[in-house]
């Protein structure tokens, strides 16, 4: 049987927010790796990083026909060759 409208959007309204939430957890994780008394890392990695979880949010929400602009350092990450070192 299918399911009304209703129902979807109530599935809808328990979901995404449950899983916004839980993706908003797990950036907050993140920023814990940003104590340089703890960690070390390369800026190449961190920008590629970056710019993948910049793709990935880009793509989520053309999936709700919306358009994300997206920069790293004043360029669009729809147009950084990731094939070359990032660094400098």
Known sequence: MAQSSAEKRDRFGR???ARVEKLVKQLDLLTNCTSKSNY???EDVVKRAWIEIAVAFQETAAAYDLKLDISLNGDEVQFIDTTKPLEG
Request: charged content about 15%; glycine content about 0%; cysteine-free.
């Open 15 to 17: 979901m995404f927010p």
């Open 40 to 42: 070390e890392w390369s």
